[in-house]
């Protein structure tokens, strides 16, 4: 069971995590002034969608402090009224970029959340009947991704959940040696979409499940020893969304020893960024949101721990 220090340390993590995208949400604006081009927008669009994912989880779990929670609500009610202006700027993307996955996949979170634009949902659903929207050729962990957003958002499914899960490395488990960044990423975001953000874990398969216990350790032993504390949050991400979560308190020390003392947490070792305060926004937000949900997750699973009654069996 984890000990009441280690939920602190984890807690700790995501409460500076959030005060420093608080601080910083100026960084996630996709339009910075009239010479911002139209591709500028699209990319700077992807981070206001993580923002939202890792929003409905901590209000979902429902661990964060008081704090916490309403800095969050802040940034999610600024991102969808100021920077999405409503879900103006979804539906303005969907119809410049039809089969785009990309504004889909930001709206259904912040609908979750009660964020709502008639617009964008009429446009979605009418590309959404086109051939070309299943016939898209994407990453396999992509299409599960996909997937996942339509059966969220109630739409019919391009492709059912084993047919996709199957075609990623995950379903396959190969071998768990040749993990490389791209794979361990590509490994992350598979079990994300399987368990909704690790909302059901039983949405893992009983084979991934054990696969993921046999080996995660090793690979959260791996990513730790190289300093890459982007990945290693996600991989403790996956842990907490296992079946039995190991929570294992020496790499959650040093993650949270890797956070900087403002809340932001790095890459990786050694790649402080230095610039303009955009760029090093651009360099920090995706760690740092990922540090933020690795927190909640964690500190979810061990408090969850703490409240099973003696002989349970929750480990």
Known sequence: MTEPSDIAVMHEVGDRAIAWLHHNQDGFRPRQDDTTSDFEVKDRLKPIGELALIGKVLFRE????????????????NAWRDLLDGGKLLTWMQEQEPLSPIPFEIYVPFHELGYEEPAFEATLRSVHM???WSAMET????????????????LPRSITTERATAATWLGRRPEPWTVEMNVGYAVTHTVFHLTDWGENS????????????QWLPAWVDDW?????????????????????PALDPVAWRAFAEAQLED????????????????????????PTLVAAFASVLATSR??????????????
């Open 62 to 77: 429902g661990v964060a402090g008081s704090r916490q929670a309403a800095l969050t609500r802040q940034l999610l009610d």
């Open 130 to 132: 086109l051939e070309s």
């Open 139 to 154: 990453p396999p962990v992509r299409r599960l991704g996909i997937s996942a957003f339509e059966r969220r958002f109630g």
């Open 202 to 213: 039983g949405g893992l398969p009983d084979e991934l499940a054990e696969y993921l216990t």
């Open 224 to 244: 730790l020893d190289i300093g890459h504390w982007d990945l290693l949050g996600e991989l403790l991400v996956v842990d907490a969304c296992l079946p039995t």
């Open 263 to 286: 809340g932001a947490m790095p890459a990786q070792r050694g790649s402080l960024p230095e610039g303009r305060r955009e760029d090093v926004f651009d360099a920090l937000y995706h």
């Open 302 to 315: 061990a408090m969850g721990d703490l409240r099973a009654p003696a002989g349970s069996g929750t480990a």
